[in-house]
């Protein structure tokens, strides 16, 4: 007989219930078992109507992002046995600052209006046929932005973040950050469009630098990295608008 | 009864779907076209694709090569008419990726860079470190966005496809959020769907890859193609079945038995070097290596654990500085899910369902013989794949014909008349159904995850690597009965607020019908071919079996299969050779072809 955990977890449906309200399972704990198996365990055995999001259980597809015990995860990266010592519980949770849907499914609508605000695609002036092949971009021009790339879009940042909880106009690390993934593309023409987007208090100036986003990511994205280095770019695109009214800002260059 | 009306539906969001969107878009901007995904777009399966897509872009390389790489590869099941269209436009969609934004790996001076795959006699294959599936599928997303006429319903789940006077109209979806049965009308429909990896009990696969769209189809009477043909892929780790890529391979590893020796030489596939060489050993193509794999075990020469033997892919000597650069995900996936540092310590591993070769059957261009539905992607059979697929074409393959079939369907599209009202009706009588067989049911006692694991069960055991008659034959049977216990299914969830168990349910519907398929197609054919082994008919047919399978949907519920010749152009049939005898591609004329069955 395997050892027991109790799982605590957060369940509601709008149908039925006036507010979230927890729920006890006992599961077994399993040395390779993540606490998305746990849910599993329990939706195929237990109660069918558990309801969480999952897919492709290798941290990669951002689906299965909840709070366990307080803390904003990955649940297919979450060894359960890691909270097993000693009796303890686990409890689960949807992720903060979110609308519940139901049960561990929150509203995402709002996260997704927020991502296309800051135009995540690659801005050219130009339009050269594929004929003139690649734009060259070294490693280490690569470099300059692959780390923003990483981005999953979990919103683990987003439940880690004071400012998304208290101002919901605040654009979150994450759009951020992806602003950021093409503003240091060599390739990309579009910085001048996006500053002029963020540079306010909805955008890149309603961070306090609390750093948390950082901390919770799970792909080391450095949110809150890219916040700062946004804030110095605006600030010099600001002063430099005195000095030359047309903005600065087109560095790229093609092959 | 809502319904909302479009004139081209992508139904999945993934490397296809989005493909096929944007290429309609720019066709014809003044189309209506709509992505409609069970899940949001960048969740789609495409996400966890790892080692790269292959694209001829450099001196030394040429497209007849890599045509007959595929062909091959392909255990020359593939139309090659097909494949010859794809390696021509393979290197111009990777190279469309770049001008969207996709953060390919370079070379020092700024180039694209490549790296070599198994199978592949050439290095040919674009890579974004090991996270390739992952930057493609956000790429196109994020460049989804700007595209005005595409309208996204996300998280909705299709239960059917309409079809009026054999024509495809649209389909009835239930918004998860609300529980809302809807039909949207279209006057073309692109399946892109993906895979059914989660037929088997172990796949790379994720959780949302049912057959979707392979069902949807089958059921409005269009003919599945090649469904015997499934990809083991031979690297996945115990217990999770997470891929481990084969660029692992590409870049050097070693596959080990028990006793530390490089077991592929055992299995003509060449002499074991300390560096890789193109189209041997580790390079192998994965139906061989697979394959290899289960000898090995017969042999007693795997490693017993408690989630089936393994053998090991030893990265050590790659050393940390060349892991970390190409390889971070894969230092990334066994830190995190099989505490093991690959830099310091041998990865277990062992074969897992990865691909399906076969799918819904379109032509060049995505359509299938139903009119007004196309398909793409892995959910479709062209074939460039044929009998075995090798690895990093499948990327490539949802942006050429995702392309193609986005273009394809929009010139349809621009001709047809509005669907027609039947649409509604048949809408209120799916929702009737869903009603019926699921929400209001009374009395019934079945689990959806305990005919799931058996029908997991039943295929693996039934279709595995290895196959013959009488396991073919007593898998049939099992999920016939397990048809019928699924109309004995009852569901704790009644609700309408995103009820994943209803989606669960009728996912398992759908892989029923899909699991019916494989084994009904594996059966029939009896030969060996590929992915595909009869231990019953070992030898390759080509008298009677150079030809693909179709299944089609009986009025009753039963199958019938009827046979389509291959379409053979420049590479006559021959002898797959790996290692250090592998010949000079043969550029003869193809012979006078040998009668088969159905021609």
Known sequence: MSEQITLEIARYCPDADLAPYFESYQVPVYKEWVVLDALNYIKDKVDGSLTYRWSCRMGICGSCGMMVNGEPKLTCATFLAAYARGGDKVRVEPLRYFPIVRDLVTELSDFMVKLKKVKPWLIRHDKLPLSEGEFLQTPEQLDEYKQFSMCINCTLCCAACPVVGLDPVFVGPAAIALAQRYNKDSRDQGTGERTALLAHPEGIWGCTFVGECTRVCPKQVDPAGAIQQYKVKAALEWLKSFVMPRGAGSEASSS | ?599
């Open chain 2, 1 to 599: 009864m809502d319904a909302s009306s479009h004139d081209v539906l992508l139904v999945g969001g993934g490397g296809a779907g989005l493909r096929a969107a944007i290429a309609a878009a720019e066709i014809n901007p003044k189309l209506s076209i709509a992505v409609i995904s069970k899940v949001y777009p960048m969740r789609s399966h495409t996400v966890s694709a790892e080692g790269g897509a292959a694209g001829v872009v450099k001196a030394d390389d040429s497209l007849e090569e890599h045509a007959y790489d595929t062909i091959s590869g392909g255990d020359w099941l593939c139309d090659q008419d097909a494949v010859e269209a794809f390696v021509k436009e393979a290197p111009q969609e990777l190279l469309q990726l770049e001008r969207w934004g996709c953060p390919w790996s370079r070379e020092k001076d700024g180039r694209i860079a490549v790296r070599a795959f198994g199978g592949m006699k050439k290095r040919r294959t674009w890579f974004a470190a090991d996270k390739t599936g992952f930057h493609m599928l956000h790429t196109l997303f994020q460049t989804t966005l700007k595209y005005a006429p595409i309208t996204r319903y996300d998280e909705w789940f299709v239960t059917k496809l309409l079809v009026d006077d054999g024509c495809v109209q649209g389909v009835v979806a239930i918004e998860l959020m609300s529980g809302r049965v809807q039909a949207i009308t279209a006057k073309a429909v692109i399946l892109c769907t993906g895979g059914c990896g989660r037929v088997f009990p172990f796949t790379t696969n994720a959780n949302i890859k049912n057959g979707d769209g392979m069902a949807l189809a089958y059921r409005a009477g269009a003919p599945l193609k090649d469904m015997e043909f499934v990809q083991y892929h031979p690297t996945g780790l115990p217990f999770t079945g997470i891929l481990i890529t084969e660029a692992t391979r590409a870049e050097g590893g070693y596959l080990l038995n028990k006793d530390g020796y490089r077991y592929l030489q055992d299995y003509n596939l060449g002499k074991p070097l300390d560096k890789p060489v193109l189209r041997s050993m580790e390079l192998g193509p994965r139906d061989r290596l697979s394959q290899a794999f289960i000898k090995e075990e017969q042999k007693g020469r795997t490693i017993q654990t408690p989630y089936g033997s393994i053998v090991h892919l030893d990265l050590r000597h790659l050393g940390e500085k060349l892991i970390n650069t190409k390889l971070p995900f894969v230092r990334e996936l066994c830190l995190k899910y099989q505490n093991i540092d690959p830099v310091k310590e041998l990865i277990p591993v062992r074969p897992v369902v990865h691909y399906m070769m076969g799918g819904v059957s379109t032509d060049i261009d995505g359509a299938t013989p139903l009119s007004g539905l196309f398909a793409a992607g892995e959910v479709a059979c062209v074939s460039i794949n044929g009998a075995n697929r090798l690895g990093s074409n499948s990327l490539p393959e949802c942006l050429v014909f995702g392309a193609r079939a986005g273009r394809a369907a929009a010139r349809y599209a621009a001709e047809r008349p509005a669907p027609s009202g039947s649409a509604l009706a048949q809408a209120r009588d799916e929702r009737r159904r869903l009603e019926v067989q699921f929400l209001h049911k009374t009395g019934g006692s079945e689990r959806v995850a305990t005919i799931r694991e058996e029908m997991q069960n039943t295929v693996e055991a039934s279709a595995g690597i290895y196959r013959k008659k009488e396991s073919l034959s007593s898998g049939s049977q099992k999920l016939r009965e397990l048809q019928e216990r699924f109309g004995n299914i009852s569901l704790d969830d009644r609700s309408r607020t995103f009820n994943t168990e209803l989606e669960a349910a009728l996912e398992l519907g759908f892989m029923l019908d899909v699991a019916e398929s494989i084994v009904y197609c594996a059966l029939e054919r009896t030969e060996s071919r590929g992915a595909h082994q009869r231990t019953d008919f070992p030898a390759r047919n080509d008298q009677d079996f150079l030809a693909h399978s179709l299944v089609y949907r009986n009025a009753d519920g039963s199958s019938r299969v009827e046979y389509l010749p291959v379409r053979i152009s420049r590479w006559a049939p021959g002898e797959r050779v790996y290692g250090d005898q592998a010949p000079e591609q043969s550029k003869e004329s193809p012979p006078a072809l040998p009668a088969r069955r159905g021609s």
